[in-house]
């Protein structure tokens, strides 16, 4: 079962480091970085949630998962703002 | 085997990412490079995590996702205001 989430994880991460070498401008960058990295840690995470489901660890594992969907997009929103307003 | 190759290929892409932080024109694009970076360390905990059994660095990566964000939250504001507390 981790293998099976470990994979995509891992080849979401790689595309995500990738456009942020890649692409041009700050918020192509942003864009790269702000959807595929936390899809890529989504499917890590979840991978080791499913390693030690029996223990405790699980939820704390789980509650990982949740915090980086909620905060990627806040702080891409936040760079993207300060990217509009500094320039 | 899966896991070792994960470390490898998470420490690679931090190496990878670091090109970004260096090289990046302008200050948005060295704080974007280190959010990913910082994504990439909670993904590296959480295999190291899985490769040793160890349930403890499950609280790590939790810790290393809260810092992240406050460390790119906080730097925007300064780059937008000038200064954090207002």
């Known amino acids: 079962m981790n293998e099976i989430l470990l994979v995509p994880g891992l080849i979401f991460l790689a595309t995500g480091t990738l ?12 864009h790269a970085s702000s959807k595929a990295s936390t899809l890529g840690v989504g499917f890590v995470i979840l991978a ?26 806040t702080g891409a929103h936040m760079v993207a703002r300060a990217r509009e307003e500094s320039s | ?18 090109y970004r932080v260096i090289d990046g024109p302008r200050v948005e694009d060295r704080v974007v490079a280190l959010d990913t970076i910082s994504t990439n360390v909670v993904a590296l905990a959480v295999l190291y995590a899985v490769h040793t059994g160890k349930a403890f660095f499950i609280n ?13 939250v906080s730097t925007s504001m300064y780059i937008r205001d000038g200064d954090i507390i207002r």
């Open chain 2, 60 to 72: 790590v990566a939790l810790m290393l996702a809260i810092t992240g964000f406050i460390a790119t």
């Open chain 1, 19 to 30: 456009g942020i070498i890649r692409l041009k401008g700050t918020l192509n960058r942003m």
């Open chain 1, 48 to 73: 080791g949630a499913t390693e030690f489901y029996p223990d405790g660890a699980w939820l704390t594992a789980f509650l990982a998962l949740v915090f980086m969907f909620v905060t990627a997009p």
């Open chain 2, 1 to 18: 085997m899966i896991t070792e190759t994960g470390i490898v290929v998470s420490a690679l892409l931090v190496a990878a990412a670091s």
